[in-house]
């Protein structure tokens, strides 16, 4: 009679941190919860929570992508205020320029 033998084989997967932060960017989590403050039956409080973990990439998938034209953000972006300041100090540039040339 032969014997079998068999050989136990466990499901063992560890990733390490690399792996799980790009998993969880590549997918994106949202953590949300509500804190409630009442007193007697009466509501003093809420703030709501909400967090969102995606790269970029995933959040601009999503629509969500505020800081494309935040200034704070983006160097390229500008306040229309910012853009008029700049259009007025090329003006005054280009007239003390013109006026020191043509003068004698």
């Known amino acids: 009679m032969a014997v079998q ?10 990733d390490t941190l ?11 989590v949202v953590i949300a919860g509500d804190i409630k403050i009442k007193l007697v ?13 995606a790269s970029v990439d995933k959040a601009r998938e999503m629509g969500m992508d505020w800081w494309v034209n ?10 229309a205020e910012q853009q008029n300041e700049m ?3 090329r003006t005054r540039v280009e007239g003390l320029e013109a006026g020191r040339t043509g003068a004698p």
């Open 5 to 14: 033998q068999y050989s136990m084989q466990h499901a063992v997967h560890s």
């Open 18 to 28: 690399a792996d799980v932060l790009e998993r969880v960017l590549d997918k994106g």
């Open 41 to 53: 039956d009466i509501e003093l409080l809420t703030i709501q929570i909400r967090l969102v973990i």
């Open 70 to 79: 935040n200034p704070a953000f983006c160097s390229r972006a500008g306040t």
């Open 87 to 89: 259009a007025e100090l």
